[in-house]
Every structure is written in C-alpha cells, then in structure tokens.
C-alpha cells in the first residue's frame, strides 16, 4: 500500500479535524448553540449563511426565534413583542430598503424637477404610507439613516430628517383630528397641549406618557405638603420655583408643556395648564377663563356651577397661583372686562388661544427661518382646529406665495377662502392672477439641466458643490445645494428688492439654489454662505 505524501496526510488529518468539530458543534445543545449565534459581532447574512449549512443550525436559527429576535433588536429602534421574529425581520427590512430608495430619489427628483419641497415631500411620504407599514416601522428606518456615521452621507441624513419632520407632523394631525372629534368631558387639556408641542417639535422625544409622569410626581409632591383642600397649592412656586417669564416673555418656548417643566417658567395660559391638571389630581376642578391679555382659571366656591362671576375664585397661574376677585382680574389689565371674559371656556378653545400666541410670536419675528417655520406650524394647527377661520387662511395664502411653497396648495387655500368670504374677492384675486403667473412660467421655461462644469473657465469662482450641506453667514439658516449659477440670474427687480448690490460683489458672484431647512427654496451668494463639511451625498 502507498504511504501518503506529506501534504496529503495534512490535507486528511484537516478534514478529519473539520468533521469532528463540526460534529462537535452540531451536537451542542440547542441553547448553547443559539447563544453562540447571538454573539455580536454575527450580522444577518451572517446568520442567513449559518442556516444553510445544515438541517441542524438551521432548526436553530430559525426555531423558537431567539437568534433572530436578537438580530431584530440590534438593527430596530422601536421594539415589540412577536411570535415570529424572521417574517418580522424580513418585513421590516423589505420596508427599509424602500424607505431609504425614497429618500435617496429626493435630491434627484428636487434637482431635475420644478423646485417645490412641498410637492416632493408630499409625494415622498405618499409613497412611504403607500407601504401599508406600521409607523414604528418607517419612523425606525429615518432614525438608522440619522444616527449612521456621522461624517457621512450628509445629505441624505439632511432629506431623511426632513421626511421625518413631515411624516410626524402629519400623524400628529391626524391624532389631532381624532382628539378634536372626542366629547368635550373626554378633551383633556394637558392631551391637547402636548400634542401642539409635539407638533411644533416633531423631532423632540416629547409624549404624553412622559409629561403626565412627571405631573404624578410632581402631585404625589404636593399630597405630602398641603394642608387641606386649598386650590392655591403653593408647592408648585414655593419647592419647585415655577415662575411667570416675564424677562422673555415672547420666547415661544413658553408655549411647548415639555419646554416648561424642564425651564420651571412660562406664560399664564401654560403654567395654567399645568396648574389645572395638578389641581384636578389632587380633587380640586379648576376651569380655564379665557380672560383678554391675561389667562387665568377659576374655582367656585360653591359646590355647583353658578352664572354669578363673583362666586368664584380666580386664580393667576403667572402670578405664582395668586388668588383674585373679580376686580383684581380688572387690575391685571387696567380696565373693565364684560362678565363674558370670566366665563369658562372648552379645550379646543383653549389650544386655539394657545396656538394663537405662537401665531403672534411667529409674526412679531425678524423674518428669519425660526419665525416662518413657527408660523407655518401654528398656521396648520389653528387651521386644523378652525380651518373657516378667513383671516388666518389667507396669512397662509400669503405665506406660501412668499416662499414658493406648492403653488397649486395656494390656490387650493385661496379658491376655499373665497366660497367661505366674497369680500375678499379683492386679495384672492391679487394673490390667484400671481400664483397662475408662476406657475405658467414654470410650464412654458421649464428648468433646462445644462450641462455644468466647475472645471471650465467661466466657472472658475464656484468653490461649493451640489450637495453640500451649507449655512447662510447673515441669516443663520442650514441648508443643502441642488444647483449653482456662476453669476446672479435673477431679474433686476428681484436684485434690487434683495439688496443684492449691498454685498461684497453684488451680483458678479456664484449664486446657489439650497434649499433650506424650513422647506423653502433660496437663491444665496457665494459670499454670503459657509460649508458645515466637505462630506455629501450625490
């Protein structure tokens, strides 16, 4: 008989040990093996490739679910309970992956279409409700592409964040909606505001679970310090320092439920929110007033409700819980008031009056992109709350026209306007010849995608890029590049309303289109804007 080369003897004693071990493997039990199987560093192809190997591992891997349970709740933000965590897995993949093809078409379809963010976020999440996934599901992919590395893809973390912020605005709505259809016993006014601080800051971890946490404690609190049935619960100022602002008194931050419990300050209308819930935890029925330039809450004395405005106690949220007649209430704003500003008002009431301080803060702005993405907030919310409300439709109306916001929603706004009011036939019509001539001069001088090059010589001054993620110098907003001029384009109307001549070079400079984080689209000078990184996503 032959005796075996050398090498064919390692080949065989290899072989040999490779089958022992995986003999070896195979006959672990089953709990051991799916704890190897769940070591970290194993992805899914990882585990996917496992499971072909042999009837074995892949009765392991695919069995009672715990491997794939914990590859589930590695990759997924949000978790929950399932009895069939590969198919959930799967699922939740296949939805991703549309997701994130979604948000990669943005820059593309905004480049090469008409400029108008509303449209292509509208279209956007049509396309991601069209899924038919749950909203864990999609709100989990925009998060992975969020909190990826953070010096890359920069962009697509620029339009998947703003698809978050639609796509969460949107649900808030419609929880709004729902909220709105309840019986008025069943409105919560504590729901109600957090709902309007969810929306204006759709991106802030803020719940209602959380915040009603909070206000349990802070009750749980005032039970051990008060000393019998007193409406004033003095707690709230005196051990926890609530205050009025008065120093900032316009700072919408005021308004948000979540901003006030973590700044212990705010305005009469919030604290008197808060009041009120802790007031009723603790058994004592406060009801809102909707008193002018001052919101206060009102007790009555008796054990049923009365007509009579002065058998109740009014209370001053503001004026650290301080209790107040009738004509103390006059002393706030130094004049009489009508026994109808004392009388109690509903929840949708009172979020009106509460989105109709943000609407004022977001109008007393310097016309900067906090106060026009505040006043767009506040304008939906009011809307959704009285959506007949003429004067505020057509500040809407004027808004979008003036930032190029979906012209053909303007025109939706303005025909509704005037079936609600023929006297504003006169401003409709201004704004619906305007809206027509811009949208006619879209459709007859279409954008043209010239080719462009930063390396030819009339295009030596472009130093940016598309896709670059930039902020404005003077106006402080971010924003991302989707296309360049190597000179100003614009009329010469349009330079001189914008002062352009007032720069460095004026017009004889790069202008860029960006389009900016309150989803407007501009026209900025080279000279005028700075990179935030070099790294972008084409």
Not at 488 to 501: A, F, N, P, Y
């Amino acid at each position: 008989m032959a005796t075996p080369h050398t090498g064919d003897r390692l080949l065989m004693t290899s072989a040999l040990i490779s089958e022992r071990f995986a003999k070896q493997l195979t006959d672990l039990p089953a709990e051991i093996l799916e704890h190897v199987l769940c070591f970290p560093v194993l992805n899914p192809r990882d585990i996917c490739n496992v499971s072909c190997t042999c009837k074995r591992l892949r009765d392991v891997c695919h069995g009672r679910g715990k491997v794939w349970a914990h590859q589930y709740k590695l990759r997924f933000y949000r978790q929950n309970e399932s009895y069939d965590w590969l198919n959930e897995f799967r699922t939740r993949q296949m939805v991703g992956h549309q997701i994130r093809g979604t948000v990669e078409s943005i820059s593309k379809r905004f480049f090469t279409e008409v400029p108008c963010i509303g449209q292509v976020l509208g279209d956007s999440f049509a396309e991601i409700e069209s899924l038919g996934a749950p909203e864990h599901f999609c709100e989990d992919e925009l998060l992975g592409i969020l909190n990826s590395d953070k010096r890359k893809n920069l962009t697509l973390k620029y339009y998947a964040k703003k698809i978050l912020y639609f796509f969460r605005q949107q649900n808030i709505l419609r929880s709004l909606k729902v909220f709105l259809e309840r019986p008025p016993e069943q409105q919560s006014a504590l729901e109600g505001a957090v709902l309007v601080d969810q929306y204006c800051n759709p991106l802030s971890d803020v719940s209602l679970q959380s915040i009603s946490a909070q206000l349990e404690e802070i009750s749980d609190k005032a039970k051990k310090h008060l000393r019998g049935i007193n409406p004033a619960h003095p707690i709230l100022y005196e051990q926890l320092h609530f205050k009025g602002n008065e120093r900032d008194y316009y700072n919408p931050l005021n308004s948000y439920i979540h901003q006030v419990l973590l700044r212990r300050t705010g305005i009469p209308i919030s604290l008197s929110v808060l009041y009120m819930t802790l007031a009723r935890k603790l058994g004592v029925p406060l009801e809102p007033v909707n008193f002018p330039n001052h919101f206060l809450l009102r007790w009555c004395q008796n054990q049923r409700r009365s007509a009579d405005i002065y058998d109740y106690l009014y209370i001053d949220a503001f004026g650290n819980g301080k209790q107040l007649a009738v004509k103390e209430c006059e002393a706030l704003i130094r004049h009489q008031a009508s026994a109808d500003y004392y009388s109690a008002i509903s929840t949708g009431e009172l979020l009106l009056r509460m989105v109709g301080n943000l609407l004022n803060i977001g109008m007393r702005g310097e016309g900067n992109e906090k106060s026009y993405q505040l006043l767009r907030d506040s304008l939906d919310l009011y809307l959704s709350i009285n959506p007949d409300n003429v004067q505020y439709l057509l500040l809407q109306a004027r808004l979008y026209f003036h930032l190029g916001i979906w012209p053909e929603k303007v025109l939706d706004i303005l025909q509704h306007i005037q079936a609600l009011d023929q006297s504003q036939h006169g401003a409709v019509g201004y704004l619906v010849q305007h809206t027509l001539e811009h949208i006619q001069h879209k459709r007859l001088h279409p954008q043209e995608l010239e080719e462009k090059r930063q390396s030819a010589p009339e295009h030596q001054d472009v130093i940016f890029s598309i896709g670059l993620i930039m902020k404005h110098k003077r106006s402080g907003y971010n924003c991302v590049i989707y296309g360049w001029d190597p000179k100003c384009s614009m009329s010469q109307e349009w330079i001189d309303t914008m002062r352009v001549l007032q720069l460095s070079k004026g017009a004889d400079q790069p202008f860029y289109n960006v389009l900016v984080e309150d989803g407007t689209c501009r026209y900025a000078a080279q000279g005028e804007s700075i990179h935030l990184s070099i790294q972008h996503y084409y």
